[in-house]
């Protein structure tokens, strides 16, 4: 998994995001739950801007929402920059929201998230990706592994879309 972060995020860099514009095509109406996701996404790329400028690295979920004693400081963020919502990840260290598991990769300086369905049905069938200091959101919709704790991996090869 970390080897194909590493390319997505790579990919990001050089160009700003847009490469992942080139493919696919653009989405029709997005359900209740993929516009929580989307949501929950700007608000984790958001959450890990502030961290690194406080901190001068990324986070994970316990500690971006104040619960986790930073290194750093040995207290946890006051103010935290997530709400008590991601104060209890599953035991695979993800979060569920709104029909989405959320998790947080940090490799080195680089971050990413994704989120993908609990369950996969008509109502939740995409998943999706942020990270780096852009902040593009982009999603899936050919990847039909991700479902419940089977989150995604190397070797995705989905067709991915920038989220507008």
Not at 69 to 82: D, F, I, K, R, S
Not at 131 to 154: L, Q, S
Request: net charge neutral; proline share 5%; with cysteine.
């Amino acid at each position: 998994m970390i080897a194909f972060v590493t390319t997505v995020l790579s990919v990001a860099a050089m160009t700003g995001g847009a490469a992942f514009g080139l493919f696919g095509h653009r989405c029709g109406r997005i359900n209740a739950n993929e516009t929580a996701a989307i949501a929950t996404m700007r608000n984790l790329h958001s959450a890990q801007q502030q961290f690194h400028e406080v901190v001068g690295r990324h986070g994970t979920f316990l500690e971006l929402s104040g619960v986790a004693v930073l290194p750093e400081t040995g207290a946890p963020l006051e103010p935290p920059v997530l709400s008590g919502a991601f104060r209890q990840p599953l035991p695979d260290g993800t979060i569920l929201r709104s029909g989405y598991r959320f998790r947080i990769v940090c490799v080195g300086k680089a971050w990413c998230a994704w989120s993908w369905p609990e369950q996969r049905m008509t109502k939740q069938r995409r998943t999706f990706f942020v990270g780096g200091a852009v902040g593009d959101i982009v999603h899936a919709t050919e990847i039909d592994a991700h479902e419940g704790d089977r989150g995604p991996a190397d070797g995705d090869d989905g067709v991915w879309t920038i989220v507008h």
